[in-house]
Nanobody, 118 residues
């Protein structure tokens, strides 16, 4: 399965961005999806996760109430709507896929850079 993330860019604090990740090469609805991020000098961490059918979501405390993960199984796409962005949200954002029978996210996109300026 291949993942292609897009939508990153430069935004001022308080602004919004929407990231997209298009998945190809397999049946999209067979996968749970997630967004991770890695800030400079920090480890990559999970920020949002959505089940294969979109019914279950999970967010890291740092983004809860500001970010929303969603998916469109007809378009093989997962989204991350980011509102009220903060300088500390600056990072490379990665989408990831996990088959419904797996524990770990093993399929990764290339990453898209989000820079939030003060």
């Amino acid at each position: 399965v291949q993942l292609q993330a897009s939508g990153g860019g430069l935004v001022q604090a308080g602004g919004s961005l929407r990231l997209s990740c298009i998945v190809s090469g397999d049946t999209f609805s067979d996968y749970d999806m997630a967004w991770f991020r890695q800030a400079p000098g920090k480890e990559r961490g999970l920020i949002a996760r959505i089940s294969w059918d979109g019914r279950l979501t999970h967010y890291a405390d740092s983004v809860k109430g500001r970010f929303t993960i969603s998916r469109d199984n007809a378009k093989n796409t997962v989204f991350l709507q980011m509102n009220s962005l903060k300088v500390e949200d600056t990072a490379v954002y990665y989408c990831a896929a996990r088959s419904r029978t797996s524990v770990d996210f093993r399929n990764w996109g290339q990453g898209t850079l989000v820079t939030v300026s003060s």
